[in-house]
């Protein structure tokens, strides 16, 4: 099993959709877990942490599933300026530090 | 300048060539990082410097050598690289280890 594992889409959907994306992790010892969004031919920029008791931020919400080990992120009434890959990255300091990217998810929203 | 800088932000070298990256962070921060990152690839982590001190080393080529001479600082010098090695190498640093990555808008290496 990969240590972060992502769908890597594309998701098309149209504006003001709802869309959600998973993230499963494998190491149940995972501290701190975020989502990061990437643009086309940019640099990823944080998105927003998640939060054991989940974290919300205007048209986005994430989620944390500890038993079932995976977190999501869910976008209301979507964008075209959403469109965008996100990375969920999840850090795990047992012994050697670790911060670990996944492939991510392409988000694109359609007209 | 403020956030991370990163230059050059495009090179093209040859395999016997040798060439740095730089990375700087206006931010004070005391953590920073090289990533590679491949087409359809995660993101994978090369080295993490915490305080000018190396602490993660991913079993990267020595081929990739490292230096951090001060807390604003991080280079990576390159020598003998392959092909294989053409990638978005993108420089990050952090308050801690634990906290928000801040990335500079990275270098895209092509290896002839």
């Known amino acids: 099993r990969k240590e972060v594992e992502q769908d890597p889409g594309p998701f098309n959907v149209p504006e003001g959709a709802t869309v959600a994306f998973n993230c499963t992790y494998s190491?149940?010892?995972?501290?701190?877990f975020f989502w990061y969004r990437q643009d086309c031919r940019k640099e990823p920029k944080l998105l927003m942490s998640?939060?054991?008791s989940g974290n919300e931020d205007g048209r986005f919400t994430a989620q944390l599933n500890r038993a079932s080990q995976y977190i999501s992120l869910l976008i209301r009434d979507s964008k075209l300026s959403d469109s965008a890959t996100y990375l969920c990255?999840?850090?795990?300091?047992?012994?050697?530090?670790?911060?670990?990217f996944g492939t991510g998810t392409r988000l694109k929203v359609l007209a | 300048e403020t956030g991370v800088t990163q230059t050059p932000r495009h090179l093209v070298m040859g395999m016997t060539n040798k060439k740095s990256l730089k990375c700087e962070q206006h931010?004070?921060?005391?953590?920073m990082y090289w990533y590679k990152q491949s087409a359809k690839k995660p993101l994978e982590l090369m080295f993490v410097?915490?305080?000018?001190?190396?602490?993660e080393n991913n079993s990267v080529p020595s081929r990739f050598s490292p230096e951090c001479p001060n807390s604003s600082h991080l280079f990576l010098h390159l020598h003998t690289l392959q092909p294989e090695d053409s990638a978005l190498y993108l420089c990050?640093?952090?308050?801690?280890?634990?906290?928000?990555?801040?990335f500079g808008p990275g270098t895209r290496l092509t290896v002839l």
């Open positions: 990050a640093s952090s308050d801690g280890l634990a906290d928000e990555q801040f």
């Open positions: 190491n149940s010892a995972s501290q701190s």
């Open positions: 998640v939060y054991s």
């Open positions: 990255v999840v850090e795990a300091t047992s012994g050697t530090y670790k911060y670990i």
């Open positions: 931010l004070g921060h005391n953590a």
């Open positions: 410097y915490s305080l000018e001190e190396r602490v």
